[in-house]
Nanobody, 117 residues
């Protein structure tokens, strides 16, 4: 699978961004678990949010109430709506997908999000 993120950029604190991740070919996309991770300037990788193929979304405590993860199985897309952004949200955001039946996972190349204070 190939995952390609888009939607990153520079935003002021308190602003919003929506990240998108397209998956191709994604013939069995609906059977996957998907999520977003971020790598901070300090090189720390944080789990941000995820949706499994059969359950609802789950969020890291530091984004709960501000970020919303969603997926469109018809379009093979994963989204991350980010609101009330803070400077500490500055990171490279990568989408991830995992096929539990086959134990395979895939990563996007990442998109930079910079929040100015």
């Amino acid at each position: 699978e190939q995952l390609i993120e888009s939607g990153g950029g520079l935003v002021q604190a308190g602003g919003s961004l929506t990240l998108s991740c397209s998956v191709s070919p994604g013939k069995l996309f609906s059977r996957s678990d998907v999520g977003w991770y971020r790598q901070t300037p300090e090189r720390r990788r944080d789990w941000v949010a995820s949706i499994t193929s059969g359950t609802g979304p789950d969020y890291a405590p530091f984004v709960k109430g501000r970020f919303t993860i969603s997926r469109d199985n018809a379009k093979n897309m994963i989204y991350l709506q980010m609101t009330n952004l803070k400077p500490e949200d500055t990171a490279v955001y990568s989408c991830h997908m995992y096929y539990p039946l086959w134990g395979r996972d895939f990563w996007g190349q990442g998109t930079q999000v910079t929040v100015s204070g």
